[in-house]
């Protein structure tokens, strides 16, 4: 079997010391292949988002192993991109200057840069809105320049860490329709961390769901169907009926006495 | 932060007035307090003879110099207080015992160390001006958010850039918010200074016409004073507007 191109290896998570170790993390195996759109839900403090911190080369595990294209992780760098929450922008830069902003680190020449970051404000719609600053943006544009910002640097893979948690759920929609539609466009791997059963199935082509304490991998579920751009998936039985599966397991761990 | 509307003079041209009137109808003597009026036509024959002008610009060379040598090295202690643990262990308690100091009571030793010239009323005006930037800065760094950093990291930011790229940036309204408070403080300990063993500034001015009992003139320089302050804080809140347009603060 050829090596996976996102290899994770028994990874283990652990905070604190000795008596009041906290497992994060326990016995990760994953194997993520290249252009796969992998969506990761869990109750909160099931290690999802460590997972992807862990990944984008933020902290490092305590023990195990993680390898893109076989070379072990061992930093961030532009070849994955991140997307946060919130606090992805840069306050003091405008929208141009933040979707610029890696390509500058890049020593890139202005003209190259601005041809780019025009491309990808157009790609994340926000035309117009090059001279703004973020706090003069709503909270669905701001994440739109985050999403910008990430694919700016052309990463081979896109980490996210619930990107549309804090948006209402219209919003929300839209802008899943949009990464999907970025992600079938640029062919790129996409690690997605989300709490909503509902997104997970919505963009992951493979759904993990995590268990907390200690954080785990407790079920792998592969879409096996299509969803469209824009599809209202609603009217889908076999949306419905996997939403359903993962909903039962992720509820279970809510029922499970804390182990 | 609004353009200084004009109503807002109104209630200090009504304190003048009620002044010049308690003076006028006796209820107020001159023994007491100087007329408003004789204050103002001594602050005219101060300005027209240059007197005052010579003795501003002896004043802010001092308090200038003092508050720009704070702005660099309280700027480059907080940085280092709150990147490198031992640096914050061993300057933290150092700054507890400075601060509840009066700063204008070092002046003495300060003049035994560096005499009573220049030097000793600029390192006065430095140590006071100091702490706030001090502290603003170790916290505005300390508050600066992780994923910022891990953002730019994440688009090619080595570590060596960070500082310039996000932190520093990213702690400059806090930072500024200091630098307001040692304007302020430069201002009040530059004067203080002057009071002792000086023969030129607006501190010597008020000090000498006051031990000659030249109130009204004396009066004059503190009224002065007083609206230098506040100009000086007014442009410096404007540049602040230019330079974090982007901080809501600003607006």
């Known amino acids: 079997m050829p090596a996976s191109y996102l290899e994770l290896r028994s990874v283990d998570m652990q905070y604190g010391e000795a008596a009041r170790t906290t497992h994060a993390l326990q016995g990760i195996d994953l194997d993520i292949h290249e252009h796969e759109f992998v969506t990761i839900v869990g109750p909160s403090g099931c290690g999802k988002s460590t997972l992807l911190y862990l990944v984008g080369g933020f902290l490092r595990p305590s023990s195990g192993s993680l390898r893109l294209r076989g070379q072990p992780i061992t930093g961030p760098g532009p070849d994955r991109g991140i997307v946060f929450q919130r606090y992805s922008l840069f306050p003091w830069l405008t929208v141009r200057g933040n979707v610029g902003y890696g390509l500058g680190e890049q020593r890139m020449s202005r003209a190259e840069r601005n041809r780019i970051v025009d491309a990808y404000v157009q790609l994340v719609h926000l035309r117009g809105f090059e001279n703004r600053y973020p706090r003069e943006l709503s909270g669905g544009m701001q994440q739109r320049v985050a999403l910008a910002q990430a694919l700016a640097c052309r990463p081979e893979i896109l980490l996210m860490d619930e990107p549309f948690g804090a948006l209402d759920a219209q919003m929300r929609r839209i802008l899943q329709d949009e990464v999907r539609r970025i992600w079938r466009q640029d062919a790129k791997t996409v690690l997605f961390v989300t709490h909503d059963v509902e997104e997970a199935v919505a963009l992951g082509t493979r759904i993990v769901v995590m268990a907390a304490h200690p954080g785990r991998i407790k079920e792998v579920f592969e879409r096996g169907f299509e969803v469209a751009d824009g599809e209202e998936f609603e009217t889908n039985p076999a949306f419905a009926a996997l939403k359903l599966r993962i909903w039962r397991s992720v509820k279970a761990e809510f029922e499970a006495p804390a182990a | ?251």
């Not at chain 2, 300060?110 to 603003?136: D, E, H, Q, R």
């Not at chain 2, 009204?216 to 004073?225: E, K, T």
Request: aromatic share 8%; with cysteine.
């Open chain 2, 1 to 251: 932060m609004k353009v200084f509307p004009v109503v807002k003079i109104v209630p200090l041209l009504l304190l003048a007035a009620a002044w010049q009137t308690a003076s006028v109808s006796r209820l107020l003597p001159a023994s007491v307090l100087p007329s408003f009026w004789d204050v103002a036509a001594s602050l005219g024959a101060m300005m027209r003879s240059g007197e005052l002008i010579t003795h501003t610009l002896a004043s802010f060379a001092r308090a200038g110099g003092g508050f720009f040598l704070a702005v660099g090295i309280g700027i480059a202690l907080g940085l280092l207080m709150a990147r490198i643990r031992i640096v914050e262990r061993a300057l933290e308690p150092i700054l507890l015992l400075i601060y509840p100091v009066p700063k204008p009571a070092m002046i003495p030793l300060f003049m035994v160390w560096l005499g009573i010239g220049n030097a000793s009323k600029v390192a006065v005006i430095v140590l006071a001006c100091l702490l706030p930037i001090v502290n603003t800065t170790f916290n505005g760094v300390r508050s600066v958010d992780q994923t910022l950093i891990w953002s730019a990291q994440a688009r090619g930011t080595s570590s060596r850039r960070l500082l310039w790229r996000v932190v520093l940036p990213a702690a400059l309204p806090q930072i500024a918010t200091g630098v307001r408070t040692a304007i302020a403080i430069a201002i009040i300990v530059m004067v203080s200074s002057e009071f002792i063993a000086s023969e030129s500034g607006l501190g010597y001015l008020i000090f000498s016409y006051g031990g000659v009992g030249a109130d009204d003139a004396m009066l004059a320089v503190v009224i002065y004073l007083a609206t230098l302050g506040f100009l000086v804080d007014r442009c410096y809140l404007a540049g602040l507007q230019h330079l974090i347009a982007w901080h809501a603060f600003a607006h």
